[in-house]
């Protein structure tokens, strides 16, 4: 069964960096699309940014381009989120989604 399992969230300083992860298991990993979506308290669920099945075409969510990248491993079944510069507003759950699968999501606050 499709496993996706978030990891690297934490607290973190304005202005700081952070980098997720998400391992995923059950389906063959190249041949999907990766996203990485947040969920801020109290509202929607938006796009981070999606990569394609080899990397040669990533889109980022609004606002996102210039402090988030995003990045994966196939080998490892690997797919990476790299935040720098990051901002309370950036203070949410991030999730691991691919093919209508969700991760569990790993907590990111941004505070001093």
């Known amino acids: 069964q499709v496993q996706l399992v978030e990891s690297g969230g934490g607290l973190v300083q304005p202005g700081g960096s952070l980098r997720l992860s998400c391992a995923a298991s059950?389906?063959?990993?190249?041949?999907?699309?990766m996203s990485w979506y947040r969920q801020a308290p109290g509202k929607e669920r938006e796009l981070v940014a999606t990569i394609s099945g080899f990397g040669n075409s990533i889109n980022y969510g609004n606002s996102m381009k210039d402090r988030f990248t995003i990045s994966r491993d196939n080998a490892k079944k690997m797919v990476y989120l790299q935040m720098n510069s990051l901002k309370p507003e950036d203070t949410a759950v991030y999730y691991c989604y691919v093919a209508n699968y969700w991760g569990q999501g790993t907590q990111v606050t941004v505070s001093s």
């Open positions: 059950g389906f063959t990993f190249s041949s999907y699309a």
